[in-house]
């Protein structure tokens, strides 16, 4: 009788992680329509073929080397020896962390579209998704957490708490797409003579799709990152959407109802509470999502008219330093004082988001630069002129337009 009960809870989280990981995987589609509708249309191909590339190379990668380094688990062994007792329950997890690192290339991908060449990018994103982000990942939630954890506990009073990504994934894929964007430069034409001509983008509807897929998806970000059944919460679930609700709310009055920070404000506000939803109130979470809407469609244009950084869909602003805002927010209002579940510290957030940008500028700049000077990393002139539609792929988004 207990088999058959263990058996059931086992195959319940199974079940539990697969939907999960369904949910995240979907995600990617909401990357890359994100993108589509962004760019202009000699690049929307390259988006979508760019997107579902460095999805399968870091799941290859992932596989073979990022899961064992992230937590001590390798798959070199029978079929039977992977199901074990548990009906496979470590190779679905696999799949639902791995639509987390392969998040990393399909972040920076935003930022550095329209000019890049492709396979460079497939190189560097594999880099990230094999060997960067898993490191990272297993000092906060894989096998090597102990010691920075229990440092941080010794020190501050509480270990570093992010529950779904703020940090691990979007602050880390944020801030290795900086190093990317200063390197390659500008695209063609944004500034000319140090005025900025701003670059429209190409399809709203397509924007707002990708958004919305994200933000469905993002439910199994969050709440599936209980990763059982017994860990799950009704709270993690409500924090997303009421943070999700805050950003677009804030970014549409901050704006004016512009259409396209409306969308990103809600991949802001959901951005900003990974970390913190499993602790922070309700209240909080519609608060610390529409402050991250804020930090977005401010920093988005500090970013590009101040610093004259051109970063097509905002990486940076979106997933970087609203990644960096989830962290401190989880150790601000997780207190119990504020409503919060308490077992968090102020510093600990501070410290460990801190730690996380030093370590993604760092290895960014190295795997760039390199890439930069050893196989080159832009189109050329012309290339760039003709779109990465024709200039890689040797056809357009709408191909009947050539047909005379």
């Known amino acids: 009788m207990d088999s058959a009960v263990q058996s059931l809870a086992n195959s319940g989280d199974v079940l539990f992680l697969m939907l999960g990981a369904v949910m995240v995987f979907a995600m990617h589609a909401g990357f890359a329509f994100l993108e589509v509708g962004t760019v202009?249309?000699?690049?929307q191909t390259n988006a979508l073929v760019k997107i579902l590339t460095d999805w399968s190379v870091s799941t290859v990668v992932y596989f073979l080397v990022g899961y064992p380094i992230a937590y001590g688990v390798h798959f070199f062994m029978s079929a039977e020896g992977l199901l074990g007792a548990n009906q496979g329950y470590e190779l679905v997890r696999f799949f639902f962390l791995l639509c987390f690192a392969a998040c990393i290339p399909a972040i920076i991908s935003g930022g550095i579209a329209e000019r890049s060449r492709f396979w460079p990018q497939v190189?560097?994103?594999?880099?990230?998704?094999?060997?960067?982000?898993?490191?990272?990942?297993?000092?906060?939630?894989g096998q090597n957490s102990s010691g920075l954890q229990d440092w941080f506990a010794d020190t501050f009073g509480a270990?570093?708490?992010?529950?779904?990504?703020?940090v691990v994934v979007h602050s880390m894929g944020g801030w290795l797409a900086l190093p990317a964007i200063i390197l390659l430069g500008p695209r063609m034409g944004r500034w000319v003579r140090g005025k900025s001509h701003a670059i429209p983008i190409s399809n709203i509807p397509f924007l707002a799709l990708g958004s919305w897929i994200l933000a469905i998806g993002w439910f199994g970000f969050n709440v599936m990152s209980a990763q059982n059944l017994n860990g799950i919460s009704g709270l993690v679930a409500a924090n997303s959407l009421l943070s999700m609700v805050g950003g677009v709310i804030f970014a549409v009055i901050?704006?004016?109802?512009?259409?396209?920070?409306?969308?990103?404000?809600?991949?802001?506000?959901?951005i900003a509470i990974c970390a913190g939803s499993d602790l922070v109130h309700p209240f909080a979470a519609f608060l610390i999502g529409g402050l991250g809407a804020l930090i977005f469609v401010y920093g988005f244009q500090w970013e590009q008219e101040k610093l004259k950084i051109d970063d097509v869909l905002g990486v940076w602003p979106l997933h970087g330093i609203i990644g960096t805002w989830g962290g401190i927010s989880a150790g601000i209002f997780g207190?119990?004082?504020?409503?919060g579940l308490g077992g968090v510290s102020f510093m600990s957030q501070l410290v460990g988001s801190l730690f996380a940008i030093v370590y993604a500028l760092a290895t960014g700049f190295l795997v760039y630069a390199i890439i930069v000077k050893v196989i080159g990393f832009r189109l050329g002139d012309n290339e760039e002129f003709r779109g990465?539609?024709?200039?890689?792929?040797?056809?357009?988004?709408?191909?009947?337009?050539?047909?005379?």
């Open 388 to 404: 990465s539609d024709l200039s890689i792929h040797k056809i357009g988004s709408y191909p009947e337009d050539s047909v005379s």
């Open 40 to 43: 202009r249309k000699k690049n």
């Open 254 to 270: 901050a704006t004016k109802c512009d259409p396209g920070f409306a969308h990103n404000g809600a991949l802001a506000g959901l």
């Open 159 to 166: 270990p570093f708490h992010d529950f779904a990504g703020s």
């Open 335 to 339: 207190y119990t004082g504020l409503g």
């Open 123 to 141: 190189l560097a994103g594999a880099i990230f998704a094999g060997l960067t982000y898993p490191f990272f990942e297993s000092l906060i939630w």
